[in-house]
């Protein structure tokens, strides 16, 4: 039998929003200045594994803040973006291959439920395929946010199940 093997590869680890004003949503583009439409994925996320029950991937950690402000998560129901609602979340889609995104980010909403971290994001079967997952991310603020320059991290863990 061959050797059981995952590999997971992240296609940037610094992405971005641009400026964040209160007339309009941002999506978040990997060249770190933001697009005005859902139109590309910020970063993609590329998993492979021949472990006999596959693998499972989580998101963790928390919310963009600047100080001791932050945006309202959108929470663990995915909603459609809302202007002039402070919110900040995350789709994934599951661009090629055989694995599939997890409740509530596999939508065409947003969600981000910090308070439940981490959450379930995506599992794929251990057919040695890669399997390809577009991060999707979106930011609005109100116009009674606080000024300021917010930043955030958040850690994709994958695991095999052996």
Do not use: K
């Amino acid at each position: 039998a061959p050797s059981q093997s995952l590999s997971f590869n992240i296609s940037d680890n610094t992405i971005g929003f641009g400026t964040l004003a209160s007339g309009g949503t941002r999506y978040a583009t990997g060249d770190t200045l933001g697009a005005a439409s859902d139109a590309t994925d910020a970063h993609t996320i590329l998993i492979s594994t021949n472990a006999a029950s596959g693998y499972a991937m989580a998101v963790s950690g928390a919310t963009l803040t600047s100080g001791a402000h932050s945006i309202t998560p959108i929470g663990a129901t995915a909603t459609a973006s809302t202007s002039g609602t402070e919110q900040f979340g995350i789709r994934i889609v599951a661009n090629s291959g055989n694995g599939t995104a997890s409740a509530p980010y596999n939508g065409a909403n947003w969600a981000l439920d910090t308070s439940a971290f981490p959450d379930a994001a995506a599992t794929g079967p251990g057919d040695g395929v890669a399997d390809e997952f577009g991060i999707r991310y979106v930011a609005y603020i109100a116009s009674n946010t606080e000024n300021g320059s917010y930043s955030g991290v958040l850690t994709y863990t994958v695991t095999a199940t052996f």
